[in-house]
Structures are given as structure tokens and as C-alpha cells.
């Protein structure tokens, strides 16, 4: 079993759409959670980072974290064509700890 | 802010021959990864840098893999003899703070392909 699963798509939305995105992990001492965003050829870039459980918001954009249930979430509201990519989940144990990144899911946003 | 530099972008080469990669990490940052990156997969880490000190390489295939960072700035990952499975993406990626906790700045990758 993988430490991170994620499902790798692709996704193919209309462009508007709340998209929802997610993963599954098994290491229960992961504390720190980041979504990264990826497109065709480039190297990622961060997008949302959360310490512990909860949620954070910024614009468009809303990372959740549920430790209970060892599953995080990322929202798009009103999804763009820019927003077509490939969206990475990463999660460490800390600061002694590797980055442990999933295999990203596909998303396509339609116009 | 000048982002992290990587060259080259894209090399070919046959199995058993030789390659080398480098990368320049954002100016101030302490901390250097070299991240593979397979086809349909997520990163994986290969080695991360302190300034010029290894923290983590234990991923890396020390039998053919091989990186420095003589000054603590820039860094080349070599691999020597390649093999078919080593065709991917590595990154190249700094951060400001010792730890995995903060942000990663990643470049735009090297594309290795094996033949």
C-alpha cells in the first residue's frame, strides 16, 4: 500500500464547475499538507499548505484536512481553462521528515 | 526573483552512457532537493542538500547515482551508467528553511530519455 493515493484522473470538467480533489494517506503522523499544481512540462508549484487538521481558504482555492479519517480535500470554485493541470498532494511528518508526494490527478477544465 | 535554473532541459542518451544535470537554486536558499519525477507518478525525492551537506539520500541508487554541492550553491546529479527505468523528469527544487515544512520552489525539470 502507498503512504499517499490518489486518484490519478483525468478529470474533465465544464468550465464554472466546483471541482473537488483528493487523497488518501496511511501514515498517521503527517502533519503538514500542501497541494501542488503542475502544468504540461513545468515544474510544481505550490498551492495551498495546511499545518494539522482543518480548513484554509484563499480565493478560489479551499484545502481541507481530516486526520480522522486521514483524507484531504481541495476545492476549485468556478474552475477555469487556466486551471487545467495536474494536482499533486504532498504531506510530511516534519521538518526531519521527506515530503511524500501522490501521484497527482489530471484535471481538465472545459470551456 | 530569479526562480530556480536547471539545464539541460532535455537530454537523449543510450543505456550505459553517461549524464550529468545541473541545477542553480534560488539565491539565499539553504536547502536543495533532487526530486525524480517517472511518467504518471508523483516526485520522488533522491537527495536533499543542507548548504553543502547531505540530509537524505536514501533513495538514491548510490550504485549509479551520484550528486554534489561543493559550495553550497549550485548542484549536478549524474548518473552513470543509465539505465531504461531512469527515463523521467528530475527536479531540481530549494527552499528557504531547513525542514520539509515549508515551501518547495521547483524548476522547470530536466527530461532524461533512455534509448
Known amino acids: 500500500q502507498k503512504e499517499v493515493e490518489q486518484d490519478p484522473g483525468p478529470l474533465s470538467v465544464p468550465e464554472g464547475a466546483i471541482v473537488s480533489l483528493n487523497c488518501t494517506y496511511s501514515?498517521?503522523?503527517?502533519?503538514?499538507f500542501m497541494w501542488y499544481r503542475q502544468y504540461s512540462r513545468k515544474g510544481p508549484e505550490l498551492l495551498m499548505y495546511t499545518y494539522s487538521s482543518g480548513n484554509k481558504e484563499d480565493g478560489r482555492f479551499t484545502a481541507q484536512v481530516d486526520k480522522s479519517s486521514k483524507y484531504i480535500s481541495l476545492f476549485i470554485r468556478d474552475s477555469q481553462p487556466s486551471d487545467s493541470a495536474t494536482y499533486l498532494c504532498a504531506m510530511s511528518a516534519g521538518s526531519s521528515y521527506k515530503l511524500i508526494f501522490g501521484s497527482g490527478t489530471r484535471l481538465l477544465v472545459r470551456p | 526573483e530569479a526562480g530556480v535554473a536547471q539545464s539541460p532541459r532535455y537530454k537523449i542518451i543510450e543505456k550505459r552512457q553517461s549524464v550529468a544535470f545541473w541545477c542553480n537554486p534560488i539565491?539565499?536558499?539553504?536547502?536543495l532537493y533532487w526530486y525524480q519525477q517517472i511518467l504518471g507518478q508523483g516526485p520522488k525525492l533522491l537527495i536533499q542538500f543542507q548548504n553543502n551537506g547531505v540530509v537524505d539520500d536514501s533513495q538514491l541508487p548510490k550504485d549509479r547515482f551520484s550528486a554534489e554541492r561543493l559550495k553550497g550553491v549550485d548542484s549536478t546529479l549524474k548518473i552513470q551508467p543509465a539505465k531504461l527505468e531512469d527515463s523521467a523528469v528530475y527536479l531540481c527544487?530549494?527552499?528557504?528553511?531547513?525542514?520539509?515544512?515549508?515551501?518547495?520552489?521547483f524548476g522547470e525539470g530536466s527530461r532524461l530519455t533512455v534509448l
Open positions: 527544487a530549494s527552499s528557504l528553511s531547513a525542514g520539509n515544512t515549508g515551501e518547495l520552489f
Open positions: 539565491s539565499g536558499h539553504a536547502t
Open positions: 501514515n498517521s503522523a503527517f502533519q503538514y
